[in-house]
């Protein structure tokens, strides 16, 4: 939308400084072993980039995208795998990583599909969590910033397909 109105929420050089962290707290984790690295397209595909960018563990990328069919914004319960990940993960150390847990469904739905291909370890990093919108209780293992609520674009996150390229985050106030 033209007339979107906004306020920047993350600017780039905090989302650096988080990402750096969140990238150190993983290399740590995965010390030693190789991840499968699974991001969640569209939205998680900026996050993804800058994060693999920083791990000092090696680790080998995949794309799933999921849709949910349902109100335009938000996910409604019925969720789809639209393109699976290419890589076998059984065995393998799992890393999803996604733009953003807000009613839970999304990511729940895929790590129960995930976990019935035996990975060896499945774990989230999601960018940003809006805890007070669960519908379904869901941890994500990694949070690189958490809100209450509210609807943000930029750094991969979208508004009807648009604002995805903006680099930093930004809450909508005109909706
Ligand atoms: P879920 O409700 O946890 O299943 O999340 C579904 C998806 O909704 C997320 O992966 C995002 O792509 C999208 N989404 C939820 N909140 C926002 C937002 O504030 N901005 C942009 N996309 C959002």
């Known amino acids: 939308m033209e007339d979107m109105q906004k306020e920047i929420l993350f600017s780039r050089d905090a989302i650096n400084q988080r990402i750096s962290e969140i990238a150190a707290d993983i290399s740590r984790d995965y010390a030693g072993k190789e991840l499968v690295v699974v991001g969640v397209l569209k939205g998680a595909f900026v996050f993804m980039a800058d994060l693999i960018r920083r791990l000092q563990t090696p680790c080998v990328i995949d794309f799933a995208r999921v849709a949910s069919y349902g ?7 019925q969720i789809v795998i639209t393109k699976d990940i290419e890589i076998q993960i059984k065995d393998r150390d799992v890393l ?27 774990k989230v990093c999601a960018f940003m969590d809006k805890r007070l919108r669960r519908k379904v209780a869901f941890e994500a293992d ?26 930093d985050v930004y809450i909508v106030t005109n909706l």
């Open 71 to 77: 109100s335009g914004s938000t996910s409604s319960g």
């Open 142 to 167: 990694y949070v690189g910033f958490t809100i209450d609520d509210g609807f943000v674009v930029g750094y991969g996150l979208d508004f009807n397909e648009r604002a995805r390229y903006f680099p």
């Open 96 to 122: 999803i990583v996604e733009d953003i847990v807000d009613t839970g469904l999304t990511l729940s739905h895929l790590v129960r599909v995930f976990r019935e291909r035996g990975p060896h370890s499945l």
